[in-house]
Each structure stands twice: as C-alpha cells, then as structure tokens.
C-alpha cells in the first residue's frame, strides 16, 4: 500500500487542497500526532483546522464512540427524540450553560459550521424582518450561498459565481477606521443609504482573516450598540469556541450573551461532523422544519460531545489552554519576534499567528512548506495568506508543544 | 431514563420536526428496526429519509468503522492524503464508476446533499459563465441559501427571508403543460425573458415533491435537449442514489451520463455525514480550495462507504430491489387502490407514494401518524403533504416489508 | 447647411440607432410627413414609434401652445399647482374617464413610459406586499432597470448589465403552450417555486414584440385570473393607448378595468414629453414625494393634451381609426399575402404588423430601407426584427395612407 | 377660475409633494418671479430644482421656440438626424467643449436626470465588466430602479420596494472618517468583502443631501484614486451644472475630466424636459440601441438649449454667478449666522444651504412653509429635511436677491 497517492491525484477534483501543502498518505493519529502509512510522524499544529481541540482519537471519547457502536446505539435518527440526544442536551444544558447562567435554547442543524451559519440568518431574518446582516472585513462564515456572502476574501466570494446580496462589511477591531464610530454614524444617519441591519457577525478572533484579536472592550461596546439598535449579535463559534482561547465560549470575559452562538468543529470532540446553535428563547422564532438537513442528528458526535464535556472538565482543559496561551506568547516574543523585526505575532489562548505581512508575498507560504518537512503541520491565513496559524490541539503536551515551537523557529531562522 | 422527553422539549429550538411525528425516545436500532428506551419496536419506512438503504446498525458496515477506531484510524483529516480515502476512492472507481463506464471526478464536498448541490451550482457557473438554473417544479435539493433557491416549496423558500434569485422554474414530468416543450420554447425565443441556464437539476424521482416518478424516455429526451444546449445536466441523486431505484444510480436505465451528480444519504452506509459530488473530468473547473468545508474529509464515512459497496456487491442488493419493486407495486395495486378510487399510487424501485390528494386535507397526515400508533415509521410529502412516502431500507426482509404494508393498508381502511 | 450629418457622427455616441436606419437630416414636418433639410419629403408610417398619434405639427395642437409660450404661461413647475395641469386634469377626468365610467386617479410620473412604468412597479409592490410581478414574453415596458427588468429582449436585458430579479415571464397569447392555463398552474401549486406576484403587466398588443394582438376575451380571462387571486393588472398603454385601435385605451372592448394603467408618447397630443398614470383609488398608497421627478410637470405638455382631447373629439379620431383598420385589414389581405405565402399579416386599428419571420432574417431589415429609400419611413419589430410595423398617425388621409401601403407592396415584390 | 385647487387635490394622487408645502394654483412666471392665477407674486428661490438657471420664460430662449414652431420645426423625431440637434451639438461642442478641452461624445437620453444616470450605470459596467458601483451618502441619483440604488435617502429606497444591489456607499467629504482613507482601504484590501467597483458617483456639491461642499482639492483626490484603480468617474452634473456654481461645470475648479458627465435640468434652457451624456470616446462601448427612449430627441429641448448657450457667454452670467456667490456669502455670514450660533451655512456658486441641523426637527420645515407666506418660494433638504435650500435663477438681478434673502432673514428671526 505504498505511494498511493497516485489515485486521489487521478480521481480527486482539482479543488483538492491541503493535500497539496501536506503531500503525504496519512494512516493513523493520536492526540497531537499524525502518523503516515509508512510509518513516519507529525507534530499536529492545525487541528483540523480547529475540529480537534481535544486530539486525534482521544482515548476516553473514542472509547464511548466504540461502546454506544457495540452495543447498536442509533447513528443516524434525523431530528427524532433519542437516548444520545437527550443525554447531550442534559449534560450542555447542566454543565456549560447553566454554570455561566446563560440562557440559549438549542438547535441542530446540517453538520456544518456553514449550515449553522446559514440557520442563524434564517433566524435574524424572520425575528427582524429585516435583510442586512453586517460582518466584517476578514471574516469567514462559511463556504455556502448564505455564508458566503458574509465571508470577505475575494477568492472565496468570486467562487460564488452569483451577487452575494444583504451584506455589509465594515472595518474589524484594529483597523485604520474607527470601526465601532463608523458603525454607529451608517446606523444614525438616514442617508448613510446601507438600511438598519438585522444582524451582526462577529468572530472574537478572526482565525482565516489572519488571527485578528479583538479587544474584550471592544466586544463590550459592540454588544450595546447592538442592543441600543435592536439588532442581534451573532457570535460565531465555530474554531474560537470550545475552549481555543482558554473559556468555553471565547467571548465569556467580555461580559455579554449573545442572541445566537454556532459551535461546530470542536463541539463533537472528536472530530465528527456536527453543528449546534444556540439561541435565546425570545427570539425562537422558526416554524417546525424551517430549517433542516438529513444529518441534523449525527448520533455518534452527541455520544462524542458528551464524552468531550465530561472529558474537558475533569482534565482541567481550560486552565491548561491559559497556562498553554503565557507559555506560546513568551516563545513568540523571545524567541520570534527577535529574528526579525519585521514579524508580527498576535493571539489570545492556544491560536496564534507569526505575520509576515512586512515580508515578500511568498515568504509564509514557503515556511508553511518547510515546516512540513521539519514535522510540523501547520496552514498559513490572512491576507496574502502571510500569517503563519499557530493551532494545536489543546491537549498537547508541554514538550510536543515546545518541540513544534522550535521546528517553527528553526525554519523561519532559516528562511529569511 | 424514562420519558426524558420533556428535556428535548423545553430545551430544543421549535424548529425540530420529526420527533413531533414519532414522539418516543428511541434507543437502539438494527436493520429495519428501530427500539424506543422502552423497549418497543417499531418498522422502519422511512429510512432517515432515504439514508438507511442499508439498514440500522448494518453488522458488516459497522464492524469496519469499529476495528477501524479500534486501530487509531483518523477521524478528522479535512482533504488531505489518508488511507481510508485512498480506499473509498479506489474502490468506487473500480466497483461502480468502471463496470459502467462513467468517466467521473469526484469532489468530496461539506458532510450533506445541500453542500454537494452549493458546490454543483459553483461549477456550473464557473464553467458556463451563466448565472440562471432550471429546477423542476416539486424539487428538494436542500435549506442553505444556494439549494433553497433551487427547492421549489413556498414554505422552504419563506425560510430563506431573502430573495431567492437565479433560478427558473418549469413543470415536471407528467405535468399538464408539456414541460420539455416549454422548455425548448423558451431555450430558443430571444424575447422569452430567460437568459439561458448553466444547468438543469434534476431528480428522476421526486421525493419530497411527492413521489413523482420521471419516465426514462422522458429524462432521455431532457438529456438531449441540454446536450443540443450546451447546458449542463445535474442529477440529484442524494435520496434516489445508492441502489434506492434498483440500479445504483437513479438514471442508469435512461441510458444518459449527466455531467454531475450529486450523492449523500445512503453513500456512508451507515447514516453518517458524507456527501459525494462527480464530474466529468473536462467541467472539473474549481480552483484548489474554491469550495471547501471542515468536514469534507469524514474517514469513518469513508470506511463505511467502502464497507457498503463491498456489501451491496456480495449480497446482490440490487437484485432484491427490483423484487421488492414488483412486490410492492402488486401490493399496492391489489390491495391500496382497491379500498378508495380517489387513491393514487406510484413509484419505482423503492421509493413508492399512496397520493390522498383527493381526499380532505389532513387525511394522509393522520394515516401517517396513526400508521405510527401501529409500529410503523412512515412519513408524509408532495403538496399539502397528501402524500404517504413508502421508504424501507433496501435490505428490509420480505416479512417485515409485508407487516409495514399490512399496518398501512389497515391503517387507510380505518381512517378512510 | 447640407450634409451635416457627420457632426452627429463624429459627436453622438455609437448608442444611436434610427438615425442609422432613416440617415438624411429632418428639418420640418406636417401631419404625416417628414421635410429633409434638402426638401424631400416622406411617408410617415413610424409616428415616432407611436408618439405623433395626431400627426407632425397639428396645427390645432401647436396653437395652443405658441398662444401659452406669448403668454408667459409657466414651462416648468414640478408638481405644483398650476393653471394648465388643472385644466388638463378637468377636461382627462370630464372627456375621458367619466364617459367611460373609470374611476382613476392621476399620477404624474417623469416624462416617458418607463418611468410611469417605473411608478407601477413601486404602487404593486407597496400595496401588495410582494415583489415578483408577471411580464409576457414579448413584452417591451421601457430601459431603466426597473422596467428593463419586465422587458423580454435579450438584448435589452442584456444590457442592464446586472442581475434583473422579480419578474417572471409567461408565454402570450397566441403561444403553443396555453397561456393562462400555465398561469392558474404556477399560481395554485405551492410548489411552483414562484411566489405569487404583486401584478401583471399586460400590453394588449405587443408592439416592440411584433404586433402580437391578444383576444378579448383572452384579457378579460386573464382580469378574472387576477381578480380571482388578487393580483393587480397593469395595462401598459404607452403604444397603444391614446386611441391606437380605435377606443381611447386599447383595453375597453375587453370589458376590464385594469387597477393601473399608464400612458405616455401621444398623451401630450404633440411629440412632448409626458407619461401619466393612472390607478383605482384604492391602491393610491404612495406616501407624498416616494416617486419623483423634476419634469414630471411639463406644462407645455398639458397644454399639448388637453387641446389633444378637444381635437380627438371634435375630429372624430377613433371612428376615423376603425374606418382605417377595415381599410388596412383589407389592403393587407388582398395585396400582400397573395404575394408570398409565408408572409404573415396581423393587427388592430391602426397597428399593423408584416411578418416575415417564414424567410431569411435580413429579409425585413432590408425591405424596410428600402421602403425608405422609396419615401416612407416605417420600422421593423418582434423576434430577430422580422415584422415590419406600420404605424402611421391615427390623422393620416386616406391618400397618404394607400400612398404608403403601395410603397411597402412594392417594395416588398421587388425584394421576395 | 378661482380656487381650483380641489380639482387637483380630488383626483391627483397621493404621492404629489411641492403642491402641498407651495399651495396656490400658479398661472404665469417670469425670470425670478412667479405669478398665481389671482395675481399674486412671489420671488423664486428653488428654479424648480435647478431647472431654471437662465430664469422663467426667458425672452431670448423663449422667442426661438415660438420661432421654430411656428415655422414647422419637428418637434419629435427619436433619435433621428434632425436640423435642430446638429445646430446644438455643433455649438456645445464648440462653445462649451472645445474652449475647455475636453474631449466628449455626447449621447442623448430620455429627457430626465435619472434616466441619464441609468445610462451610465449600464455604460460602466459595460465598460469595466465590474457591477459594484460607489456612491456618496448624501448622494441623490434619481428615483428609477438603477438609479435609486445610488441614492442614500432611507425613505427613497424603501420605496423601490425591492432590494436595491451592486452599490456601496461611503461618507462623502467632511464626514467624520476620513472617507478617501476608506476608501482606498477596501480598494486595496482582498478582505474587504466588496467588489472592485465599476465607477464612483460624484456630485461636487449634494442638493439633496443638504449642501454638502465638496473641497477642490478632495475632488482631485478622488479623481486620482479612481485612475490609479481603473475605476470611471461619474459626475452627476444635473443639478450642480449648467453654470450653478459659477463655471459650466462644478468640477472644473478641480482640474479634472471625469469619464462620464450626467446634465439634465437646466440644460434645455428653458425647462424643458432633456438630458444629455457625456462621455470620453474609449468608453463609448454600448450598442446601437442598448439604451434607448422615446424621448430622447426633445427637438423644443435642443432648440432652447442652443439658445440658451448663446445667452449665457453673451451676457456673461458666470461671471455674474461669481459675483452672487460673493454676495450671498457675505450676507449669510452677516446676517443670518447672527441671529443664533446654531446655524450654520455652506455653498459654492449660487446654491446654498441655511443648515437647522442644530434646533428642533420641524424648524427648518416651518420656516420653509413661513417663508412663502411671506413671498418666497424656498425648499428644504438633507438629513431630516434641516437644510434651507437657496437655489435663485442665476439670472436674479440683485434686488430680488437682497429682496428674498431678506424675507429668509426676517423670517428666521420670526421663528427662532
């Protein structure tokens, strides 16, 4: 079973492409490592693109998966009442919600981030009857129609091939322009011509827009101008969710609730597709069946899920994801920042990015490439793609942690 | 852990659907069968929807995902390079693409039908540089914005809160009005008002739309018209696929290849997310990375399909469909028709439909839920949902088919 | 001050079109014909594409008009009150509407149909509630975006440049699919894909469309359909109206009372811009100033229309029109059809079109130059331009009238 | 006829504006002067929305439409060659175009500001093959499909009825943001969610959105950064051309030649309805027939229009302009800011605005309404309507001018 690549390269559309940067077959993995069919191993710095924050086949949550399979438990039962459903709405609602005192009814969509992205502008829409939803410069939301059209790079909205309507993008926390007094003067003016939106979009970090941080301040003054306006916030969860930035939900210590969360990635624990959005009560507004899609109950990630909960609090993951954030920002600010004065690095728990914006458009790209070939996977974002992403499970251990930080440092000193 | 029901319903969003229909807890589930917490058991019609061709729980399937977690496999891989991929693909080249002659790309899209027709949609407009799509009155092709455009039922496209643009409506077969007439009518007349479309999206049997069953010359005849047209033609085959017509795709027997197909459900074989869309190779125009998702890289999916198409094969599913087909046609035609003129029935493979259109309003509602009281999972679709959608797993047994049967004819004769 | 045709050349936009088709310079004009600046003189059987109902220069028309320039009577005056806009409303309302029972109030819009057709739009879709509105293929209902967008040439909506939304077009009468049949169907299935539209646009004959001509019958049908379902009919009256087939408004004989109706081209009885339209009381639900226009008060135009209708009155213009379409019927069906039998002949009152789309497509385009070069001005219309279009002033003599028909017989011989 | 205002008011509609704030029947005008069928008189401040630069009933242009319809001249001919359109293309080429370099063609369209704006949305994005347009908050384009789209006001678009797509809008000069750094933001960023744009829409002064003035400098900023990106520049000249603001064109003080140049209002001299494009000749790519009009050749229009030419540069009203300018900035600075430190007053040219921005909602309307009770017609504008619009006949002689001011004046005090 060797060197069959051959066969994806043949049969697999060109759209293909993290297998293009990590040109190798993978067979195996465990917790912060990827194992190839022959046998060689990967310091795992992507995550799955944040789907793994608790590791490739986490022991405890992979087990539960093999029992509830063994044992014939239901995995596919569309939106029906079953047993793992129940336990996982239980085990969300006790644990998660309800020690932070929040409020949220639930609600499973198709398993997707995208899809719970596209159910929370259903929901904007009907509560408001209004058809604007502001996002900002740099986010991504998704990759269909709906989500789209709040997902700004250029390449992924050409790709739509169709108008990408009811949107409107305004400058993110750090631009140039004032983005929250930009915001409030097109909400008070009459002939700002952009009509009272529904809704906005925020991502408390912007992981594909660059790894863009976001004041907690600046979350705060956002939330009032939402509620002062009547308009909904939508936080979207999907890779900043589930303990990256060191709390649950990233947005806890900016001390507000948002009207609707999606949670996707993560959520399942275990890298299963599924997707779950949360909302407050008020503005339940969809009719039965409104919104749907066959894999709306993925079985197998609720068992997953629930595992993860259990998992997470009695192995103390949050408080390791902060002691996890001191450690990665010290190595960046020694060890980093000091090759050359012209990198930037920026972050907030266990997600990170080395910018190389001040450098050649290639240069991040190329040390992407060579990371790879030094053990390390790990994917570029932001503009340019010139942000290096920094996004291992939250799990890693100190030492694969510290020996992934040195591959990354050795390969930047090499390659500038 | 009884009648924890009421967790579900104070905490989930009001849009849930089915669990209102089959209001039990379910539990476990094998083959046809599905077991509440309870213990009681009910037969299986409805298939998650057409995602259980299979059956529940299928032993040979699910043992291959069990030893597969077992032995570390990856879970989560996004598209890179993995084994289980470099299997599923091998294995659906050599096993079902070759023996018919289909030169197809595939494209592993977002884990659902919805995703795979949004990708479909991205490709034909890229590669006609058109922006129009004709979808057939009475079409399913999902909830996010791009496929809702193309779904035909005013309550789904309510749901959008958007105008829903770019698409072109034309009756189906068996409609009033010739539809490939009017097709070809407004294909040629420059004063038509209807910019030609980059592709026609088609289901051989309507689902959702009430079981509508497209004659192959028919669907041969439409083929040729696009191909006159330069227009692409895209087969749905999210709930028609996998064998559910007797032939493992839906339009084998109109002797056509359309340019893209689309496939999810049943393609897993055991009901978890997966979608798969096929292409002919010259239309194989997406950029790396121009459509993508977290998800579209679910190896247990992976293992599973290929598991599937070994068990298909070894026990001649096929086959037993068209039994099945001629077994239930019979039925129906003996013993449904036969308690009330106003009945219709129709359907292939199967996929079969007992129409109450001439009926009041509620009847098939009510048979439905009833049908349920009597330990039978059976849903309703078509307009004003009058119609009752007949939708076993394909390896159902010829016992419990006929024991479904029995409680539907029963069920009519007593609510009729 | 001959041959200065090429300052226009060198100096107008390539956008120009009748210039190219009818190239001497005009210098003066009466009644039927036109002057060339060198004194030849033409056959007038274009009317300014239905503009000059009452001919060039009605010399009872144009006196009104030099007496209320000597006098200092206000040009321009928005929609303020004026002395002429009050006589104008008081004789519409005493000779027009209220002999005929009609109910209408007044709205003036901007100076041309499509911006009357403009103002409909927006009175539909506040008054309904809904956006889509219904056009006929063959439609032509003017070139700004919101009424290129009810108009069915693909080359005028190609033109638009951008996407042209809410409209849906249907086949016309006359067409192999039955028309109002297909509409009943869209509008009872609620899986049509087509939301239920604010209105119907409706010419009774399509002149841009080739001098297609409904039956009565057929429209008062279609008043029912729309009764029936409450959607509203737009009578599109631009070419037709102003006594074109014999009756003020084209629709009388029909029997219906569309909700609104709007007029332009002839309305000012002298070739000055103005539109006009009107609407049943009830849906008058624009709020003061929501549709606008600064020439939407063009006093030398009301003083135009008002002597229009003294003149039409005193003169006896329709029953002068019904003595020329028996005329034109006659002359069509003995000299013409006999010449080929693929030539086609259709019209009402004094709309007239010869269609040639049985031969090669240059086939009209070059009879009608060489009408022209043989004296008389007459245009082409319909699909791929293949009906020539007699339309001459409702004011022309018997003489001039056979005149011009003699040279289209001619000419056509000397082409077939 | 005394009083017949009822006649109006019982069957014109609703949406009438101007009639209702000036509400006396008007029967006669004169240069600055208006007269009510009563005889009463009133100074005329508003020249009907900028239509009548050159005055009511100017005796010099008005004598050489009497003239040419008194000897046959043809009042319509499309867009035929005609003897009165070579004469004014010939002298605007030569007085207006030639003398300032600038090298245009001209195209002619309906006779409105809108459909002149609707033209040139279709021509750039012809041109450019880009959809997105940018427009200015505070901007007012016209109230058809196309052009509203360009226009900011909340209460104009909603009354479209539909969405209104493919424009962007960013603060206009002395806004808070810096609206060029904005601008040049999105236009370099790949994330900015916003398309390239076709063109940019430029009025140098806004009317509508309360004379807002913009600095030279900034216009030639602007013009830079669209030719850096190969963005057209659009000036809507509509209301701010025809010498309004001291030279023919507003932006001639900015030394820059826009791509295209929008004129209606003024521009027939007299207040006749007409516009006219212009536009460079690389960007003169529309096809014959792609925009078109029944009005687009308003011969009375280009008769008055090459008068009022040559009653401009005879009697040197420019230059008189300037003069005013001086004039009325002085008397507001010394009069009216005087009276409370809230006011405040802009303007270039002859048009300017008394802002109330400071003081209650309803002051700025009431003083309107009190000011034609006192004998001066006068609208308001911008946000709110807050803004005392002064908008005399260029050719007011200076004692009418100091006469209506000081009603204005008075009447402020009055009020305050």
Redesign the interface.
Known sequence: ?KN??H??EE??????????R?????????MSK?FT?DGAEYIDFFS?????NYG??NEYI?NK??EY???????????????A??DF??KF?NKILIPRQYDY????C??????AN??A??IV??YTGR?NVI?F???FH??????I?L???????R?????L???I?I?YYG????SL??LE??LE???????KPAAIFLETVQGE?GVNVADYKWIAELYDICKKNQILLVCDE?QTGCGRVGTFFSFEKAGIQPDIVTL??SISG????MSL?L?KPEI????????????RG?Q?AFVGASAAIDYVIENDVWKKVLNNERYIKAYLEQEILSIDSKIQCRGRGMIWGIDFGGFEEKTCNEISKKCFENGVIIETS???GSVLKILPPLVINREELTAGLNVIKKTIEDSL
């Open positions: 079973m069959n690549i066969i994806i049969n697999e559309s060109n759209v293909r492409y993290y297998c293009r990590f040109a190798k077959e993978f067979a195996k993995a465990k990827m069919a799955g693109a944040g789907t793994l490739h086949n992979v998966i093999i399979l063994k044992n014939d438990g239901i995995i596919h039962a569309l939106d029906m009442y079953t047993s459903k129940i709405i239980h609602q009814k639930m609600m499973f198709g398993p997707s981030g995208t899809n596209e159910a502008l259903k829409r009907k058809k996002a410069m740099g986010a998704g990759m269909t129609l709906g989500s059209a997902t700004s790079s250029s390449f992924a909205r790709g739509a091939g169709v108008q309507d009811n949107t993008f400058p631009a140039d322009i004032d007094k930009y003067m097109i003016d009459d002939h700002s011509g952009i009509e827009g999907v996707s990635k275990c890298g299963l597709p959005l909302l339940d507004c969809l009719d039965a069946g409104e919104h749907n899609g066959t894999f993925n197998l932001g503009r340019r």
